[in-house]
T-cell receptor, first 112, second 114 residues
């Protein structure tokens, strides 16, 4: 079993839908929980990160972390065709030498 | 100009050939990484370097080698390419004190080994 599990999709939704993307993990040492977005033929870019448990909101995006369940989510409200991309979760421990562990990524398609 | 650049962007080669992928960055970051991305497998770490004198193997280093020529340059070599090394390769950088070790990725190199 991989340390970070993520359903690869694809997930297809109509424009305006609320999207929920999720990852589970097994390593209790993870403290930073991140979401990267990757457009086709581009490198991933950091979208949001959360430290420890709780929620974080940035515009239409909300990241949630439930450390007791080892489960993280990214919600996208009022989804737009421009949100179509692959979303990768990533997690790391605290301290200077922790390299993020990435999920496989979920492909999201928002159709007009 | 892009902060992390990779050359070439696309490469087709034959089995047994030696290939070098190059990465340069203008972000001033000490840490550099090489990943490969395969459909269904996600990003896998090949090698990483925390400074010019530091080289470490990642999850899948067999068949690859690296060279850190300067703080800004990190190259990946395939000594004798094989078809299962066909993949999308990404170089990334991160800052020493970055929360969660935020990775800044280059645009990728699409490598096909025939």
């Amino acid at each position: 079993q991989k340390e970070v599990e993520q359903d690869p999709g694809p997930l297809s939704v109509p424009e305006g839908a609320i999207v929920s993307l999720n990852c589970t993990y097994s390593n209790s040492a993870f403290q930073y929980f991140m979401w990267y977005r990757q457009y086709s033929r581009k490198g991933p870019e950091l979208l949001m990160y959360t430290y420890s448990s709780g929620n974080k909101e940035d515009g239409r995006f909300t990241a949630q972390v439930d450390k007791s369940s080892k489960y993280i989510s990214l919600f996208i409200r009022d989804s737009q065709p421009s949100d179509s991309a692959t979303y990768l979760c990533a997690m790391s421990g605290s301290g200077g030498s922790y390299i993020p562990t990435f999920g496989r990524g979920t492909s999201l398609i928002v159709h007009p | 100009d892009a902060d992390v650049t990779q050359t070439p962007r696309n490469r087709i080669t034959k089995t047994g050939k030696r290939i070098m992928l190059e990465c340069s960055q203008t972000k001033g970051h000490d840490r550099m990484y090489w990943y490969r991305q395969d459909p269904g497998l996600g990003l896998r770490l090949i090698y990483y370097s925390f400074d010019v004198k530091d080289i470490n193997k990642g999850e899948i280093s067999d068949g690859y080698s690296v060279s850190r020529q300067a703080q800004a340059k990190f190259s990946l070599s395939l000594e004798s390419a094989i078809p299962n090394q066909t993949a999308l390769y990404f170089c990334a950088t991160s800052a020493l004190d970055s929360p969660g070790d935020e990775q800044f990725f280059g645009p990728g190199t699409r490598l096909t080994v025939l």
